[in-house]
């Protein structure tokens, strides 16, 4: 059974502080992504990472950064959180469609980090 | 750049009857793939069904169709025979060809009564 995990369900956080989101899949994908969703905006992505040590921006990188060491993990780092960064944070993986030849390979997800900065 | 757009306000369905949730979608590129997710209260996103440009039938894949209409751009999930499990966020969302990454619409909302 394919797996995504994400290290906390909820966590809370004061403003300023460093925070890290850890997300491990097991299913061998090169690519894994870093989303935030807040109520009426959806899905917006932070940061893509389509191997190790590589990374892109997404829609929405400023306040963040990311770190991908090796295949399997993933990190969302806020340097300085603050209360905008309120919101909930959906790891995902998938294979690099453009090697698999497959437009039609989902993207897993994991079950979310809801984070509160106060 | 891709835009997925889902308008409905949150919808309420009875118990046992269909709902149809709109999804209109917006690309430049011949080659794409459209995908639907479920989003119950615990947050995880699950994969329902996937719809590609050139397939020539419409998806199915239990209770859940999509209902594709290429040249109106448009790809609507219809669930059949509504469950109290199917409460939930469903999203929309597309990849052009060879692209890894999705762009999602904002959501609706779904309440199944009994």
């Known amino acids: 059974d394919v797996k995504v995990t994400q290290s906390s369900r909820y966590l809370v956080k004061r403003t300023g502080e460093k925070v890290f989101l850890e997300c491990v899949q097991d299913m061998d994908h090169e690519n894994m992504f870093w989303y935030r969703q807040d109520p009426g905006l959806g899905l917006r992505l932070i940061y893509f990472s389509y191997d190790v040590k590589m990374k892109e921006k997404g829609d929405i990188p400023e306040g963040y950064s990311v770190s991908r060491e090796k295949k399997e993990r993933f990190s969302l780092i806020l340097e300085s959180a603050s209360t905008n960064q309120t919101s909930m944070y959906l790891c995902?993986?998938?294979?690099?469609?453009?090697?698999?030849?497959?437009?039609?390979?989902?993207?897993?997800f994991g079950p979310g980090t809801r984070l509160t900065v106060t | 750049a891709q835009k997925i757009t889902q308008t409905q306000p949150g919808m309420f369905v009875q118990e046992k009857e269909a709902v149809t949730l709109d999804c209109t979608y917006d690309?430049?590129?011949?080659?794409?793939?459209l995908f639907w997710y479920k989003q119950p209260s615990s947050g995880e996103m699950i994969f329902l069904i996937y719809?590609?440009?050139?397939?020539?039938q419409n998806a199915t894949e239990g209770r859940y169709s999509l209902n594709f209409q290429k040249a109106r751009k448009s790809a609507n999930l219809v669930i059949s025979a509504s469950q109290l499990g199917d409460s939930a966020m469903y999203f929309c969302?597309?990849?052009?060809?060879?692209?890894?990454?999705?762009?999602f619409g904002k959501g609706n909302q779904v309440v199944v009564i009994p």
């Open positions: 969302a597309m990849r052009d060809y060879g692209n890894n990454r999705l762009a």
């Open positions: 690309t430049s590129d011949p080659s794409y793939g």
């Open positions: 995902a993986s998938s294979l690099n469609i453009r090697l698999a030849g497959d437009s039609s390979y989902e993207q897993y």
């Open positions: 719809q590609g440009s050139y397939d020539q």
